[in-house]
């Protein structure tokens, strides 16, 4: 800390800087407060707090120098994939491995092959392209986890082919970001661009296998009872292998993500949850705070048309991917609908692609697009899965009406009356009256006939064939 005061040019520095943190963070936290009101998530309203404090915008008194929060963010990054991992239910994707790959395969494909077109329209490199792809394809696992619990939805009968897909989405992030890695590093040569992809799925082979059948192995480093050494452990290994990632050109998110996923393995998962999920929010939020910091409002207006599309175009493309799965699942409309507007939410895995951007140098608008983008997504997003059930309701109004109109008709029918020249044998199958009469004798009354018992406990609701 001596020496941090030093390098900033005094301990006055220093108090000033920590004055400003936290006088950011308690804007934060009354935003945020405001934000749960209306179901806003937190990401959106951190990155307003930093764009509001940025210097393009000049209204926050208080001097920040962002070295000290970048460092912080790094990380917020490490513990939000880390925890990412930790959170992979391996149990869950192995068991039901084919049907969650066609699903999510299914949901990233459309997005992706839409994303990469679109990211060639815009016309801002082949590069870009393929972060702008990134950026359209996958949900925000943060936002989608938060928005199930919150709107009291983890019961419901499509929830859990969600949670599927958000798991396909981790396993593509961990792919896509390797890939990406590669391809933003600027190499040309064909040979070393091999040799880094080669080392790059080496590592990730190696650690998914040792979080399939090592996790006993592993599970025996944390052989201590005391929380505090437990949680210097594992916060260690996670900044350890985030370097070891950036030194293997993965990138340190996946990294942090691959021992988050081996870690997660363990017997030991629920408790590194407990200890991990209160770090991982405070330092995410210097994550995403430092992404506001770094947006232009002034790069704004540039970018403002191809946000626009980019949003109508994901949304579009969610309603269409969201009744896809649902109807594989076979799921109904009202499925599709909740299915769409939890999945079409987007967030952190955009930020990290348009940080790895700015990292390599490519075009200057990915980082304002990316914030716009994710910031529309983020508040739009939630506000729009609050009220779907009513958007399915006023959907699904009229074939309800038309369902309603058939059974009305049908009850309004009259019965077809006996005919009246049938012989008297006709309806005992030709027999004698008088046997007829004889048979019926000996049938007890109905009041004599056992009944079935009448069923106990809550009865299942019928089933809402829109559902």
């Known amino acids: 800390m001596l020496q941090l005061a030093a390098d900033a040019g005094g301990h006055g520095d220093i108090g000033e800087r920590l004055v400003t943190i936290g006088v950011l963070f308690v804007i934060a936290y009354g935003l945020g407060t405001l934000g749960r009101r209306i179901g806003l998530p937190a990401i959106p309203i951190y990155m307003l707090v930093g764009l509001v404090a940025s210097p393009f915008f000049g209204w926050f008194p208080l001097s920040l120098d962002g070295s000290i929060i970048e460092l912080i963010a790094v990380f917020g990054l490490i513990l939000l994939l880390f925890n990412l991992g930790l959170e992979f239910d ?32 815009v016309g801002w490199g082949s590069r870009e392209a393929l972060i702008i792809a990134g950026m359209t394809a996958t949900s925000s696992s943060a936002i989608v986890t938060k928005l199930l ?27 896509y970001l390797a890939i990406v890695s590669v391809v933003l590093s600027g190499e040309t040569e064909p040979w070393p661009v091999i040799m880094q992809l ?13 979080a399939r059948w090592g996790g006993r192995i ?14 210097v452990l594992f916060i260690g290994l996670a900044l350890a292998f985030g370097g070891i990632g950036e030194i293997l050109g993965v990138t340190d998110a996946i990294g942090a993500f691959l021992i988050g996923l081996v870690i997660g393995a363990t017997r030991h998962r629920a408790k590194v949850e407990q200890l991990a999920i209160p770090l991982r929010d405070v330092f995410a939020a210097f994550f995403f705070l430092n992404f506001g910091l770094s947006l232009n409002p002034a790069l704004f207006g540039g970018v403002l048309v191809p946000v626009l599309c980019a949003v109508a175009m994901t ?3 969610n309603v269409i991917a969201g009744q896809i799965v649902a109807r594989v699942s076979g799921f109904g409309l009202q499925a599709g609908i909740n299915t769409t507007v939890i999945l079409q939410n987007r967030g952190e895995f955009a930020l990290i692609l348009a940080t790895l951007s700015l990292t390599a140098g490519l075009d200057e608008r990915i980082q304002p697009f990316a914030g716009l983008y994710v910031l529309i997504m983020a508040i739009v997003g939630p506000v729009i899965a609050v009220n779907s059930e009513r958007i399915g309701a006023l959907v699904t109004r009229p074939s309800r009406r038309r369902r309603a109109e058939v059974e009305r008709r049908r009850s309004e029918e009259p019965a077809a ?10 309806r005992g199958g030709g027999l004698d009256p008088a046997v007829l ?6 049938q007890p009354d109905a009041a004599e006939q056992p009944q079935p018992d009448a069923p106990t406990g ?6 809402d064939p829109e559902y």
Do not use: C, H, W
């Open 90 to 121: 391996q149990e869950e994707f192995f068991a039901n491995a084919g049907r969650l790959v066609l699903l999510g395969g299914s949901y990233i494909a459309v997005n992706m092959a839409a994303g990469l077109v679109f990211g060639f329209a």
């Open 149 to 175: 619990i919150e709107l009291n939805r983890l019961a419901n009968r499509e929830t859990p082919m969600i949670l599927g897909i958000t798991v396909v989405e981790d396993i593509f992030i961990a792919i």
């Open 198 to 210: 080669g080392v790059a799925f080496l590592f990730l082979a190696v650690m998914f296998s040792l």
């Open 218 to 231: 592993v599970g025996r480093l944390f052989n201590t009872k005391d929380d505090e050494l437990f949680t």
């Open 315 to 317: 949304m579009l493309l």
């Open 417 to 426: 009356p006996a005919p009246d020249d049938e012989p008297s044998g006709a």
């Open 437 to 442: 009469a004889a048979m019926n004798d000996d």
């Open 458 to 463: 809550p009865q299942p609701r019928p089933r």
